[in-house]
């Protein structure tokens, strides 16, 4: 079952990027300089940024429908990112690194499966939950601090 992997739009974040610390505090996020690799998944490249490079940490709402699944979360993006990552039939390293929770959901944007997966193995879970057709769309989040990772849907 061919399925894409997507990044965030930069268009949301574009707004932070350059302000000074203490603007981005006024607007509940902060800046990072990365100084480890792995450590700060880019939300936007869905790539660990290397360090030297810039990472801001802010709220993002990743689960808007009016449902009770409605959820935000902290989130790291690359300071400047722009190039929104899209794959197909390919999950990024970023996310083969870590374990990962996998929800399901359905047109309706209510979740009816979720799974615990490593990383390594996410391929063949997703295309078992998108094997479901009531499964609109899954949501990937990075299950140790439970943020948000990418999106994944039906090619």
């Given at each position: 079952m061919p399925f894409r992997v997507s990044g965030l739009k930069a268009e949301p974040f574009r707004q932070l990027y350059g302000l000074t610390d203490t603007e981005l505090l006024a607007r509940g996020a902060r800046r990072y300089l990365v100084d480890k690799t792995p450590g700060?998944?880019?939300?936007?490249?869905?790539?660990?940024?290397?360090?030297?490079?810039?990472?801001?940490?802010?709220?993002?709402?990743?689960?808007?429908?009016?449902?009770?699944?409605?959820?935000?979360?902290?989130?790291?993006?690359?300071?400047?990112?722009?190039?929104?990552?899209?794959?197909?039939?390919?999950?990024?390293?970023?996310?083969?690194?870590?374990?990962?929770?996998?929800?399901?959901?359905?047109?309706?944007?209510?979740?009816?499966?979720?799974?615990?997966?490593?990383?390594?193995?996410?391929?063949?879970?997703?295309e078992r939950l998108l094997g479901n057709g009531m499964v609109a769309y899954i949501q990937a989040h990075y299950a140790q601090r439970g943020c948000y990772a990418a999106r994944i849907e039906r090619e």
């Open positions: 700060f998944p880019d939300r936007i490249e869905l790539r660990d940024l290397t360090p030297g490079e810039t990472a801001l940490l802010v709220n993002y709402t990743h689960q808007d429908a009016d449902t009770p699944y409605r959820a935000s979360h902290a989130i790291f993006v690359r300071e400047g990112a722009e190039q929104t990552c899209s794959l197909i039939d390919e999950i990024p390293e970023v996310m083969q690194r870590r374990m990962l929770s996998l929800r399901a959901f359905d047109a309706a944007h209510m979740m009816i499966d979720a799974v615990l997966v490593d990383g390594r193995q996410a391929r063949e879970t997703v």
